[in-house]
C-alpha cells in the first residue's frame, strides 16, 4: 500500500498546469524542545492532487501540522523540497501565501466583532477589493448558513457557526489550495457535516484542491485520497478503499447474551489474535491479526448463543491496526501501565461496599439556568446511578457544558435541585467537589509546571500529604505511562499526554464521580481507546462516570444516553433505545451518529399547525 497505489485521476479538477498542487520531496523537519531533539519529519514524499480532498491521517505528533505550516511557507525544511502550485514554498513564501488559505486548528477570529467585521478584517488582510466584497460575502454567508447571525458578535456563535465563520474568513480571497487542520475538532455531528458539504461544494463547484487533517477517521472515508503519517513517516497514500481492503475477512462483530458488552471487550482485546476490538452498538467489533476468527466457545465457555459475523472493514479498522501491529509493546505506551488493580484501586474498596449499585448519585430535578434572558438549561431532570458510564450529547450551544458546571459545583443554578454524591449543591459545593474528579473540555492543568509539578500540585488541592501523596504520584506516573515525562513541561506534552495528565489529576483523590467534558476531543483512535479502556475499569470498579462527547460512536460505551437540545432533553435511553427511536424505512439500522442528527433536525423543524 503505498502512493503507487492510487488510480489515475489526472483528468480530474482543472486540467491546465501540472497535476499536483502540493509536492513533498523527501522533506526532513527537526526541532528543539527543552533541550530535546525531536524529529517531526523523516524523508516525507506525498503529493496533492489538482481538484481533490487529500486528507492527513496519523496518531498525536505525527507529523501533520508540521506538514501543513511547511506546505504554507510558514516553516522552512532542513532538507528536501516543498513545491505549492508550482512555487517553492521556502523561496517563495509570500508568493505561496497569497495564492492558498489556510485554517489553522485555532484560527483567529476576533470574538469581540461581530461576524461580518470579522469578514472586513480578513478582506482587508487579503486586498480584497471593496466592489467585490458584497457578493462574495453573500456567497460565503449562503454556504455556511451564517446569513442570519452577520450582526451577531463571533464571541456569541457557538462552536460550529465558529468554526464555519473562520472557514469563511480563510475563503474571502478563493484560494486555489485550501490547507485545513483539523477543522472539525470539538464540532458536533450535524455542523461537521454541515461543514463537510462546504468543502465538497468548493471542490465540485470550484475545482479548489483541499488537504485537511482530521483526528475522525470515518472523515477520512470521505476524502479521494488520504496519506498516513507514523513518527514522522508515511506509511502510504492512496484511496481509502486500499487500506480498508487489508483487513479484508479479518473484521467481525461478536455478540454474548447475557455478558456486560465492557466485559466481551475486555476480554475479546487480552486475546494474542485480536488485533483492535471496540463497543460497537450492543455487541463488540473485532479485528484479528490474520483471516482466522476468534474461538468464542474457548473465550465465553459458559455462556450459549454467542454470535461472530462478518462485516465490512473500515478505514479505522485498518488504521489502527496497521499502527497496532508496527509497534512494539514499549511503543505503544512508554513506560508501564500495569492495571489498576496491580497499583490500588482508584476508589477504595470500603467506600464502594457501602453503597448499592442501583442507588443514584446523581439527582438533577427541574433545574434552570439563565444568564440574563437567555435560558442556557431549563426544566431538566435525570438521575444517574453508581458505577454508570452516563452520556450527555447534544449539538454544540446545547447546554451540555453549562449542566457539567453546575453539576460539579462551579455554577449554582438559577433554579431546581442538584444533589451529588448525597450532597445538595445548592448548599454545599464544596463538600461535593471533595468527592468528584473533573476533566476540563479544555487542558485545564498549569502548562509551565512539569508533568510531576502538576500531578503534586492536584495531590495538595485535593488535601493528599506525605506518604499518601508519594504513593498516589507514583501511581499516576506508572498507571498513565508518564515516567519518562514526568520533567517535560506539560504544555509541550503531546495532545494524548496531555490527556492524561488530565484525566490522571482529576482521579488523584480517589472520587466517587468521575464528570468528563469532551476528554478525547482532537485524541487519535489508538490513544482514545486507551482512554476508554481506562474509562471502563473505573466503571467496573464502582465509579460512576458522566461524560459529553462529540465522537458519536464513543457514545456506545455508554450505559445510557440524555441527548439535549436547546437546553432541555430531547431523549434518555441507552443507546440501543435511542437508535431505534430513529429507525425509519430509511435507516433500518441507523448507527448512534445517524440517529443523533435525525433527532436534532426533526426537533428543529418548525412545528406545523393543523
Given amino acids: 500500500m503505498a502512493s503507487s497505489t492510487a488510480p489515475d485521476l489526472e483528468n480530474?479538477?482543472?486540467?491546465?498546469?501540472?497535476?499536483?498542487?502540493?509536492?513533498?520531496?523527501?522533506?526532513?523537519?527537526?526541532?528543539?524542545?527543552?533541550?530535546?531533539?525531536?524529529?517531526?519529519?523523516?524523508?516525507?514524499?506525498?503529493?496533492?492532487?489538482?481538484?481533490?480532498?487529500?486528507?492527513?491521517?496519523?496518531?498525536?505528533?505525527?507529523?501533520?501540522?508540521t506538514v501543513l505550516r511547511l506546505a504554507t511557507g510558514l516553516l522552512t525544511p532542513d532538507t528536501g523540497h516543498v513545491s505549492v502550485l508550482g512555487l517553492d514554498a521556502t523561496k517563495e513564501s509570500l508568493a505561496v501565501q497569497a495564492a492558498i488559505g489556510y485554517m489553522p486548528q485555532r484560527f483567529g477570529l476576533y470574538e469581540d466583532l461581530t461576524v461580518e467585521e470579522n469578514l472586513n478584517l480578513y478582506a482587508d488582510l487579503q486586498g480584497v477589493p471593496a466592489a467585490a466584497r458584497p457578493s462574495r460575502y453573500q456567497a460565503l454567508m449562503q454556504m455556511t448558513g451564517l446569513a442570519p447571525f452577520t450582526a451577531r458578535l463571533a464571541g456569541r456563535l457557538s462552536g460550529g457557526m465558529k468554526q464555519k465563520l473562520g472557514l469563511a474568513c480563510t475563503l474571502v480571497q478563493p484560494p486555489r489550495l485550501l490547507l485545513l487542520d483539523e477543522p472539525t475538532v470539538g464540532v458536533d455531528p450535524v455542523s461537521r457535516r454541515?461543514?463537510?458539504?462546504?468543502?465538497?461544494?468548493?471542490?465540485?463547484?470550484?475545482?479548489?484542491?483541499?488537504?485537511?487533517?482530521?483526528?475522525?477517521?470515518?472523515?477520512?472515508?470521505?476524502?479521494?485520497e488520504v496519506v498516513?503519517?507514523?513518527?514522522?513517516?508515511?506509511?502510504?497514500?492512496?484511496?481509502?478503499?486500499t487500506f480498508s481492503a487489508t483487513v479484508q475477512n479479518r473484521t467481525y462483530l461478536v455478540s454474548v447474551p447475557r455478558l456486560h458488552k465492557r466485559a466481551v471487550q475486555a476480554r475479546l482485546a487480552e486475546e494474542p489474535g485480536v488485533l483492535d476490538a471496540v463497543i460497537q452498538g450492543d455487541g463488540v467489533r473485532v479485528v484479528t491479526r490474520s483471516a482466522v476468527s476468534p474461538s468464542l466457545a474457548t473465550l465465553f465457555p459458559q455462556v450459549q448463543g454467542s454470535s461472530l459475523t462478518p462485516?465490512?472493514?473500515?478505514?479505522?479498522?485498518?488504521?489502527?491496526?496497521?499502527?497496532?501491529?508496527?509497534?512494539?509493546?514499549?511503543?505503544?505506551?512508554?513506560?508501564?501501565?500495569?492495571?489498576?488493580?496491580?497499583?490500588?484501586?482508584?476508589?477504595?474498596?470500603?467506600?464502594?461496599?457501602?453503597?448499592?449499585?442501583?442507588?443514584?448519585?446523581?439527582?438533577?430535578?427541574?433545574?434552570?439556568?439563565?444568564?440574563?434572558?437567555?435560558?442556557?438549561?431549563?426544566?431538566?431532570?435525570?438521575?444517574?446511578?453508581?458505577?454508570?458510564?452516563?452520556?450527555?450529547?447534544?449539538?454544540?450551544?446545547?447546554?451540555?457544558?453549562?449542566?457539567?458546571?453546575?453539576?460539579?459545583?462551579?455554577?449554582?443554578?438559577?433554579g431546581g435541585s442538584l444533589r451529588v454524591a448525597g450532597v445538595d449543591l445548592r448548599r454545599s459545593p464544596a463538600t461535593a467537589r471533595a468527592r468528584i474528579g473533573y476533566m476540563a473540555q479544555k487542558f485545564s492543568l498549569y502548562g509551565y509546571l512539569s508533568v510531576l509539578e502538576n500531578l503534586r500540585f492536584f495531590a495538595r488541592a485535593y488535601g493528599l500529604s506525605g506518604p499518601r501523596q508519594a504513593a498516589r504520584v507514583a501511581w499516576a506516573l506508572a498507571q498513565f505511562g508518564l515516567v519518562p515525562l514526568a520533567d517535560a513541561t506539560s504544555a509541550n506534552l503531546p495532545l494524548g499526554y496531555r490527556q492524561r495528565l488530565a484525566l490522571a489529576c482529576a482521579l488523584m483523590h480517589e472520587p466517587e464521580i468521575l464528570f468528563l467534558d469532551e476528554p478525547t476531543s482532537g485524541v487519535d483512535p489508538v490513544e482514545r481507546r486507551e482512554f476508554w479502556r481506562r474509562i471502563n475499569?473505573?466503571?467496573?470498579?464502582?465509579?460512576?462516570?458522566?461524560?459529553?462527547?462529540?465522537?458519536?460512536?464513543?457514545?456506545?460505551?455508554?450505559?445510557?444516553?440524555?441527548?439535549?437540545?436547546?437546553?432541555?432533553?430531547?431523549?434518555?435511553?441507552?443507546?440501543?433505545?435511542?437508535?431505534?427511536?430513529?429507525?425509519?424505512?430509511?435507516?433500518?439500522?441507523?448507527?448512534?451518529?445517524?440517529?443523533?442528527?435525525q433527532l436534532i433536525e426533526a426537533d428543529q423543524q418548525p412545528s406545523v399547525a393543523p
Fill in 12 to 65: 480530474s479538477g482543472r486540467t491546465s498546469g501540472p497535476v499536483y498542487d502540493l509536492e513533498l520531496s523527501q522533506v526532513s523537519k527537526a526541532f528543539s524542545l527543552e533541550g530535546r531533539h525531536v524529529q517531526a519529519l523523516q524523508e516525507v514524499s506525498l503529493r496533492v492532487r489538482r481538484g481533490l480532498v487529500t486528507g492527513l491521517i496519523g496518531p498525536d505528533g505525527a507529523g501533520k501540522t
Fill in 194 to 224: 454541515e461543514l463537510w458539504a462546504i468543502v465538497d461544494r468548493l471542490v465540485r463547484d470550484e475545482g479548489m484542491s483541499v488537504l485537511l487533517s482530521t483526528a475522525y477517521l470515518d472523515e477520512a472515508e470521505r476524502c479521494h
Fill in 228 to 241: 498516513l503519517l507514523h513518527e514522522g513517516r508515511v506509511l502510504g497514500q492512496g484511496p481509502p478503499a
Fill in 311 to 414: 462485516v465490512p472493514p473500515r478505514f479505522e479498522d485498518s488504521f489502527v491496526a496497521l499502527l497496532r501491529a508496527r509497534m512494539t509493546p514499549s511503543a505503544q505506551d512508554p513506560g508501564p501501565a500495569p492495571e489498576i488493580s496491580e497499583v490500588g484501586p482508584v476508589t477504595s474498596p470500603p467506600a464502594r461496599s457501602q453503597h448499592s449499585a442501583e442507588e443514584d448519585v446523581i439527582q438533577v430535578r427541574g433545574v434552570e439556568r439563565w444568564f440574563g434572558a437567555f435560558c442556557a438549561v431549563r426544566d431538566l431532570s435525570f438521575v444517574v446511578r453508581r458505577g454508570e458510564i452516563f452520556g450527555l450529547l447534544g449539538a454544540n450551544g446545547a447546554g451540555k457544558t453549562t449542566t457539567f458546571q453546575m453539576l460539579c459545583g462551579l455554577l449554582p443554578p438559577s
Fill in 537 to 597: 475499569t473505573l466503571a467496573e470498579q464502582g465509579v460512576t462516570v458522566l461524560v459529553t462527547t462529540h465522537f458519536m460512536e464513543e457514545a456506545e460505551n455508554c450505559d445510557r444516553l440524555l441527548i439535549m437540545a436547546a437546553g432541555r432533553m430531547l431523549i434518555l435511553g441507552s443507546p440501543a433505545d435511542i437508535k431505534a427511536q430513529a429507525r425509519s424505512a430509511a435507516h433500518g439500522q441507523p448507527t448512534i451518529e445517524e440517529a443523533f442528527i
